[in-house]
């Protein structure tokens, strides 16, 4: 596996039940069944956990949407480019090893926010990963893909 850094972990979100918007949080914790506190933790391993790039919103604010940060369903949020990977790459955050399980589908929730966003995010909501190693990840933490 390369160890070409190629970016930080900007935020980390969790979801709990009951609540609308996403926890900000320093640090979550991860394993096989997702993200530990999150209420989709143990739910789907192969869609558990959600990670997006800044750049996604940086392309809805280009575009006169307004969005704040875990608006799109994300746990993380990097500063680098991830939509080019595929189901079955592997890449690191921290000590964690990360394999894509398949790209993040669009939903009808992005449409409350705006009518533009599902077809503007069409191939860049985010992709789905699986933890391959247990650990935390941090902000700040770097990208290794």
Same mark, same amino acid.
């Given at each position: 596996?390369?160890? %070409? ?55 809805? %604010? ?25 189901? %079955? ?12 399980? %398949? ?43």
């Amino acid at each position: 596996m390369s160890t %070409q850094n190629l970016g930080k972990v900007l935020n980390l979100f969790i979801s709990i039940k009951g609540e609308i918007s996403r926890l900000s949080k320093e640090e979550i914790s991860l394993d096989e069944k997702g993200v530990k506190e999150d209420k989709f933790y143990s739910k789907d391993n192969l869609r558990a956990i959600l990670i997006t790039s800044s750049s996604s919103y940086t392309l809805a %604010q280009s575009n006169n949407i307004s969005m704040i940060k875990g608006d799109l369903g994300e746990n993380i949020i990097v500063d680098c480019d991830i939509y080019h990977l595929k189901p %079955q790459d592997r890449f690191k955050i921290g000590d964690i090893e990360l394999e894509v399980t %398949q790209n993040c589908t669009l939903c009808n929730g992005l449409s409350k926010i705006n009518p533009k966003l599902p077809k503007l995010l069409k191939d860049g909501r985010g992709v789905f990963v699986k933890a391959v190693t247990s650990g935390c990840v941090k902000k700040d933490d770097n990208v290794y893909l």
